[in-house]
């Protein structure tokens, strides 16, 4: 057990020096000498406040002397004018350290701004497969709590722990000289002891901090699911059962916070103990310097003064190195996320893809989500400039997966996908995502404005651009109609809207991107039959002098297409136009007998 927790401790190290390897940069530019001329300035700041605050004691036993006659006279202040001249120098100290805080907040505003965005931008680089197995709840928290991690670690490793040596240290030699040494080795050894204890305490704290976030985490994220799928949850009617999920979780989280809770209290009272103890030690060597003579009232005085001056921030060291330990844990979790290699990316050099018709190729397409179950199995399709191209089959014979690997959201693992002729590992997936258009199974709708959905589809694309997209998506006549029109919000995932109305509003939104390639993910499956007519009509308009790829399922909806491609377990079994595979009595007549059948029950 002794040699994991070793291990276990090793690679926290190792964790924690590569994550301030990688804040430093952050804190320190090359390129921008503003960063560093404010970190100099505000070093500068911190020193002459601690100088201040380690004089003023000096000033109190002055006026203390002076008003027990036993001091000498400074300048003919008089202890009233020491006693001013002791609280100007206070609010010195107040007013350097504050101006220390404001000349630094933009260094740590940009610090953190630029690492938020890093992060952010690197998650949407991350691929499907990535995301598909990551809970929305836990990622949000981990970029949460990175972030806030950088920041408390760029304020506190900077102004508590640096400061606070250079403070000890010039108590430190002032107790030794202008007393003696006995005093500066209690002081030191009081110093030692605390550090000591609170580290320990500290670092079995983390652990348990540890556990508290994991629970933390775990809690937030049924949460989250649980609210994304509000309409499930009422279904069923599980509203109690996801209250007792929720509350399974917050229950370990209560537990492990006590914990945390419990500890905080013994480390608070272990360091009262020691700092108690070596205050004592001070006093009563001070106090006997007084009896004896050796020693002033005001020396007394400055003794208790300096050995409260340094409790303040040891009192408050357990909480910055717990803070700071937790900090780089936390901001470790964040730059493991930034490590997460992207499965696919740009190869050096790839050129801009360069549409001249869009004549879409699947050469021997070979894929597989999983590499002990093949879902495509050599596919070669060729969809001509201009076409309109079904794909149909089974659920799990592979059709979706081809829209996945046509955005690129996977790579081919054998054979190639080209468009035009250039193969989609070679270009950019910018160019590549700007030529195709998307129409989803499922439109998933931002909780904003219609106009903003339909907007999306193109940026900088005006208010008639968006009501023409509206119009082609048979929509602009219900959105008219709606109290706020194109200002009404969507709700989250656009729960306000039917899922024919979501559909529609998805539908406008590629309309408006005007893409050389569509592609439609059974795009009329949430609409009912005349709806359906109606988006037909207006797809069949959109898809003039584009390439079409259709994915469905219902037949009725593809009947019209230059070509049909029929899947079965991840290989094309038939294809050509609806009349030539309804005449072939295969697969695909089979399938539309079935389909009719049902219809006409209905």
Excluded: C
């Amino acid at each position: 057990m002794r040699q994991t927790d070793d291990v276990t401790a090793a690679d926290e190290r190792r964790s924690s020096t590569r994550t301030l390897k990688k804040v430093a940069p952050y804190l320190w530019p090359d390129d921008k000498p503003w960063v560093k001329k404010r970190i100099v300035l505000a070093m500068a700041m911190l020193v002459l406040a601690k100088m201040i605050a380690v004089y003023t004691p000096m000033l109190y036993k002055m006026a203390v002397d002076n008003l027990a006659g036993e001091g000498v006279p400074v300048l003919a202040l008089g202890a009233v004018g020491i006693t001013v001249a002791y609280g100007m120098a206070r609010i010195m100290t107040i007013g350097f350290q504050q101006l220390r805080d404001a000349i630094f907040a933009p260094v740590g505003q940009r610090a953190l701004r630029q690492l938020a965005l890093e992060t952010f931008t690197h998650i949407h680089r991350l691929s499907l497969r990535y995301h598909i197995t990551r809970k929305t709840g836990g990622l949000s928290r981990i970029i949460e709590r990175g972030v806030k991690g950088v920041e408390f670690l760029l304020r506190f490793l900077v102004f508590s722990i640096g400061p606070l040596i250079l403070e000890l240290t010039m108590v430190a030699v002032i107790l030794a000289v202008v007393f003696d040494i006995r005093y500066l080795l209690i002081v030191a050894g009081t110093i030692a002891l605390y550090v000591w204890f609170t580290f320990a305490v500290t670092e079995w704290r983390v652990k348990l901090r540890r556990e508290m976030n994991k629970q933390d985490t775990d809690a937030n994220q049924k949460a989250i699911d649980s609210l994304l799928n509000f309409e499930t949850v009422k279904y069923f009617g599980a509203e109690a059962r996801e209250a007792a999920r929720y509350d399974v979780a917050m229950k370990a989280y209560e537990g492990a916070a006590l914990k945390t809770a419990y500890s905080l209290a013994f480390l608070n009272f272990g360091q009262s103990v020691l700092i108690t103890g070596g205050l004592v030690g001070v006093m009563v060597l001070a106090a006997m310097g007084v009896q004896s003579g050796d020693l002033t009232v005001g020396d007394f005085v400055m003794v208790n003064a300096y050995m409260i001056q340094i409790t303040v921030p040891l009192n408050f060291l357990g909480t910055v190195y717990r803070e700071i330990r937790q900090s780089l844990v936390d901001m470790g979790e964040m730059f493991d996320l930034l490590e997460q290699p992207e499965e696919v990316s740009d190869k050096p050099g790839a050129a801009e893809l360069k549409v001249n018709g869009g004549k879409v190729t699947l050469e021997d397409v070979r894929f597989s989500y999983d590499p002990e179950r093949e879902i495509l199995k050599g596919v070669s399709l060729e969809v001509p400039a201009g076409q309109t191209v079904a794909i149909v089959g089974a659920t799990g014979s592979g059709k979706s997966t081809i829209g996945r690997l046509l955005f690129r959201f996977y790579d081919v693992t054998g054979g190639a996908l080209k468009v035009d002729g250039q193969d989609l590992r070679d270009v950019t997936q910018t160019s590549l995502h700007d030529a195709i258009g998307v129409v989803p199974q499922d439109t998933v709708l931002f909780n904003d404005t219609i106009r903003y959905n339909i907007g999306y589809g193109r940026a900088g694309a005006t208010q008639d651009d968006i009501e023409q997209a509206a119009r082609d998506a048979q929509i602009h006549d219900f959105i008219q109609q709606l109290p706020d029109g194109y200002d009404t919000t969507v709700g989250e995932r656009g729960l306000k809207l039917s899922g024919g109305e979501k559909q529609r509003v998805g539908i406008a939104r590629t309309l408006l991107k005007n893409p050389p390639v569509l592609l439609l993910d059974e795009a009329t499956s949430a609409l009912d039959t005349d709806t359906e007519q109606e988006i037909k009509e207006a797809l069949a308009r959109a898809g003039q002098g584009r390439t079409v790829i259709t994915i469905a399922h219902r037949l009725s909806t593809i009947a019209e297409a230059d070509r049909i491609v029929v899947l079965e377990q991840g290989e094309i079994a038939e294809q050509g136009t609806h009349d030539e595979l309804l005449a072939s009595e295969g697969r695909y007549a089979h399938l539309w007998s079935r389909q009719q059948a049902e219809q006409d029950v209905v």
